[in-house]
């Protein structure tokens, strides 16, 4: 049952919602219109609306401020993921359901994906969506608004047909463990990370291998003993393709025309170290990881007298968070990295690559598990999503720092 959302509001000074959420335009993905039905009976959700004032942060002559605008609930487990597709936020979680809020409302749309395996990403593609799940199986989903079921499973990979084409002949057989065999088309333990990429889609596993799946038809076209422990996350630009893995590394892989994939270039984190996420800047240059020891590091990349990055340089090693970094986020100049320390941190990407602390965000009551930001602009700022073990979707304001002095109403805090 949909409850209506319970209001907090400041007697001092408060927040209207709607005109910012209003200002957002809803991305093009999907075409038609979304439909008002309510969603179904069985799934209860609840979204607390914030009515909160501003709250600015004064750090190095810029002024930064955020506002708490929803908090979701109606996973039965911890959130693993987000994704937009078109003009719906897709969260995942490990009680095995994704939900679908409709932009920019945040009204619940559906749920899918119930009862196949704890969901650790999401992908999407056109109108397709790929899930990866804990059971070692990618999941697709077709988006149409033509039939009752908008989200409808068409296929599980590896596919029927390319294990049928593969399973007789003994050349197509790896070793995963002692006495265990699989066909090399086949993830052998937990899918963590996916990233799509120029036709193709990539999944990163806890079996220490990166997979290269052919969107058009659904095939697997490559498998790459990438690393020498768990892939833990996957970021895609300009032809490169980084891997980051609780070996201490992310790798690049790229290819030339129709070739495989090969390394080209190893991204050394702090030793014993696990790398948790990776993120990549649009055009390419900028690579950051999220580290199990708060740090995150940032690498250059520089071409070879070419158009595409042949080796990494590294520019910056920030103590992000006082606990790890799970996840991150790029969104322009700005990086937002989520922590185990229950926090996000808003970092400003400056000359070089450095990076300088913008603000940092609390409210979540669990380590900070996956973000994502919203690529419309609002109000001057822009949109942030926030998942978290405490099995609540958080929506934030956030706004890009300004070294204009703020009006006196608003708090200004020094930020420690």
């Known amino acids: 049952m949909f409850h209506h959302p319970m209001m907090t509001l400041s007697e001092n000074k408060r927040l209207s919602v709607t005109p910012l959420l209003s200002a957002a335009s809803s991305a093009t993905t999907t075409s038609s219109e979304a439909s008002d039905d309510s969603p179904p009976a069985s799934a209860r959700f609840e979204i607390s609306y914030h009515h909160f004032p501003c709250t600015a942060h004064l750090l190095s002559g810029s002024f930064f401020s955020y506002r708490s605008l929803a908090v979701l609930s109606g996973h039965k487990g911890s959130i693993s993921c987000l994704s937009l597709c078109g003009e719906f936020i897709l969260s995942a979680s490990q009680g095995k ?95 963590s990370c996916l990233a799509f990429y120029n036709g193709l889609v990539y999944s990163g596993s806890w079996d220490k291998t990166l997979k290269v799946w052919r969107v058009s038809d659904l095939k697997c076209v490559e498998s790459i003993k990438a690393h020498d422990d768990a892939i833990n996350g996957l970021a895609a630009s300009k032809g490169i393709v980084y891997s980051a893995s609780a070996d201490s590394k992310i790798k690049a892989w790229g290819k030339e025309g129709k070739s495989s994939h090969c390394l080209k270039g190893i991204l050394e984190g702090h030793k014993d ?138 708090k200004s805090v020094m930020l420690s």
């Open 97 to 191: 359901d994704i939900i679908v809020w409709q932009q920019p409302d945040l009204r619940p749309f559906t749920k899918f994906g119930q009862g196949d395996g704890s969901v650790k990403a999401v992908v999407t593609v056109g109108n397709k969506v790929f899930t990866a799940h804990q059971d070692s199986r990618i999941r697709v989903w077709k988006v149409s608004r033509s039939s009752e079921n908008v989200f409808r499973l068409v296929d599980t990979l590896p596919t029927t047909k390319d294990y049928l084409g593969k399973f007789m002949k003994q050349s197509n057989y790896v070793q995963t463990r002692r006495h265990h065999k699989r066909l090399w088309i086949e993830h052998a333990d937990s899918i």
């Open 273 to 410: 170290v696990s790398f948790n996420s990776v993120v990549v800047s649009e055009d390419g240059r900028w690579v950051y990881g999220g580290g199990s020891d708060g740090f995150v590091m940032g690498w250059e990349g520089c071409t070879n007298g070419g158009d595409q990055i042949g080796s990494w340089k590294l520019v910056c090693e920030t103590k992000a968070h006082r606990m790890a970094v799970l996840s991150m986020c790029l969104m322009g100049e700005m990086l937002c990295s989520g922590s185990a320390d229950k926090r996000i941190g808003i970092w400003k990407r400056e000359a070089f690559g450095k990076l300088s602390k913008v603000g940092v965000i609390s409210g979540h009551e669990g380590p900070v598990k996956c973000l994502q930001a919203s690529p419309n602009c609002v109000g001057g700022g822009f949109m942030l999503y926030s998942g978290g073990l405490d099995k609540s979707l958080r929506v934030w304001w956030v706004s890009k720092p300004s070294t204009t002095q703020k009006s006196t109403d608003e």
